[in-house]
């Protein structure tokens, strides 16, 4: 399974797999060693991640070592993960109830690309009212512009992708 694909990320293809399969495991296979890609992928139930880099062998290994019930992670990751897992990271969920119903309305139009006007006229608000609820978005995200808080919510499948 890679983690970025046209319609669905990876991530949420994953839940998607393990919810109507649960006992096939998913395995994945990408070049993004980001954190939070690794943890968002073993939350959503993955049975392995490896790195597109990954010789022949170790992706042979990886898939039967699956089939035989183990949690093949590429070693490269293994490291990161331990640390990113001790700082806490937070889940879809966890940040879902961080922010109101209102803020993820603008964070689903701002990464559609709207404009604040456009955003504010859309929900019926005033602009100073959606860049308030962007600076508490930003704040909760831990980001600083739109493309951060785009990128975010997209990596946590809080927006689909083409929203």
């Given at each position: 399974?890679?983690l970025?694909?046209?319609?669905?990320?990876?991530?949420?293809?994953?839940?998607?797999?393990?919810?109507?399969?649960?006992?096939?495991?998913v395995?994945?296979?990408t070049?993004y060693?980001?954190?939070?890609w690794?943890?968002?992928?073993i939350?959503?139930?993955?049975?392995?991640?490896?790195?597109?880099?990954?010789?022949?062998?170790?992706?042979?290994?990886?898939?039967?070592?699956?089939v035989?019930?183990?949690?093949?992670?590429?070693?490269?990751?293994?490291?990161?993960?331990?640390?990113?897992?001790?700082?806490?990271?937070?889940?879809?969920?966890?940040?879902?109830?961080?922010?109101?119903?209102?803020?993820?309305?603008?964070?689903?139009?701002?990464?559609?690309?709207?404009?604040?006007?456009?955003?504010?006229?859309?929900?019926?608000?005033?602009?100073?009212?959606?860049?308030?609820?962007?600076?508490?978005?930003?704040?909760?995200?831990?980001?600083?512009?739109?493309?951060?808080?785009?990128?975010?919510?997209?990596?946590?499948?809080?927006?689909?992708?083409?929203?």
């Amino acid at each position: 399974m890679d983690l970025k694909m046209p319609h669905m990320n990876g991530i949420q293809a994953t839940e998607a797999i393990r919810r109507l399969y649960p006992d096939l495991p998913v395995v994945v296979l990408t070049t993004y060693d980001e954190d939070e890609w690794i943890v968002d992928a073993i939350r959503a139930g993955a049975a392995g991640y490896l790195l597109k880099d990954s010789s022949t062998e170790d992706i042979i290994a990886a898939v039967e070592g699956v089939v035989a019930g183990e949690t093949p992670i590429a070693k490269a990751v293994t490291a990161k993960l331990f640390q990113y897992v001790q700082f806490g990271v937070p889940s879809r969920s966890q940040l879902e109830e961080r922010l109101s119903e209102r803020e993820l309305a603008i964070l689903r139009l701002l990464a559609s690309g709207l404009s604040n006007a456009d955003i504010a006229s859309r929900l019926n608000l005033a602009e100073g009212t959606v860049r308030n609820h962007l600076t508490n978005i930003f704040a909760t995200l831990e980001v600083t512009d739109r493309a951060q808080a785009t990128a975010v919510a997209w990596r946590y499948g809080l927006v689909a992708q083409g929203d």
